[in-house]
Nanobody, 124 residues
Framework: QVQLVESGGGLVQAGGSLRLSCAAS????????MGWFRQVPGKDREFVAG????????YYADSVKGRFTISRDNAKNTVALPMNSLKPEATAVYYC?????????????????WGQGTQVTVSS
């Protein structure tokens, strides 16, 4: 079992920054890849960023490359997602997720644990 709790969402103006955090509990955290997804009403949940089990490899959606950075601390069971130069289209609920394997994918199907989500709103 892995339990995930996100924090750090909020309201920010376009061009601003936020830092999302995900705290994980469970002994298998360090054996799993982790990912961040986001979802707006009426649309599918979409991949934002992923990181492999060791933190040595990271993956990003094209829309966030160069502005978002995913990292993890396996000693503290945390995953972070600093987000810079935010755009209004980044407005969504952001979810932290634990993948069933050591390498993340961009599809929700391989993630078997999810947090409750945190709202990010970017005003224009």
């Amino acid at each position: 079992q892995v339990q995930l709790v996100e924090s750090g969402g909020g309201l920010v103006q376009a061009g601003g920054s936020l830092r999302l955090s995900c705290a994980a509990s469970g002994r298998t955290f360090s054996n799993r890849a982790m990912g961040w997804f986001r979802q707006v009403p009426g649309k599918d949940r979409e991949f934002v960023a992923g990181i492999n089990w060791s933190g040595g490899s990271t993956y990003y959606a094209d829309s966030v490359k160069g502005r978002f950075t995913i990292s993890r601390d396996n000693a503290k069971n945390t995953v972070a997602l600093p987000m810079n130069s935010l755009k209004p289209e980044a407005t969504a609920v952001y979810y932290c997720a634990a993948d069933s394997s050591i390498r993340p994918t961009t599809t929700t199907r391989t993630y078997d644990y999810w947090g409750q989500g945190t709202q990010v709103t970017v005003s224009s």
